[in-house]
Nanobody
């Protein structure tokens, strides 16, 4: 089992910045990658950014150049630095871990990000 705890959401004006954190605990040796997903009410959860255990990253086109995902292996924590925020970045952000074993996915509880225009 892997447990994920997110923090760092909040309300910010357009153009501002926020940093989300996701701390992993439990069977962390089984994590292949960690990422952040965003969900807006009535829509499917979508991938925002992901970082693999090898350090490779990928981003949604909508956030490239504005968001950066990093990790601190010593703290088992992944960060999402969000700059130049736009109202369309608003949503609940969920931390995700891709696992080598069932159930193959672990999710955090979600943190709300609201960007006002």
């Amino acid at each position: 089992q892997v447990q994920l705890v997110e923090s760092g959401g909040g309300l910010v004006q357009a153009g501002g910045s926020l940093r989300l954190s996701c701390a992993a605990s439990g069977s962390i040796f089984g994590i292949n990658a960690m990422g952040w997903y965003r969900q807006v009410q009535g829509k499917q959860r979508e991938l925002v950014a992901r970082i693999t255990s090898g350090g490779s990253t990928n981003y949604a086109d909508s956030v490239k150049g504005r968001f950066t995902i990093t990790r601190d292996s010593a703290k088992n924590t992944v960060y999402l630095q969000m700059n130049s925020l736009k109202p369309e970045d608003t949503g609940v952000y969920y931390c995700n871990a891709l696992l080598k074993f069932a159930p193959f996915n672990s999710w955090g509880q979600g943190t709300q990000v609201t960007v006002s225009s």
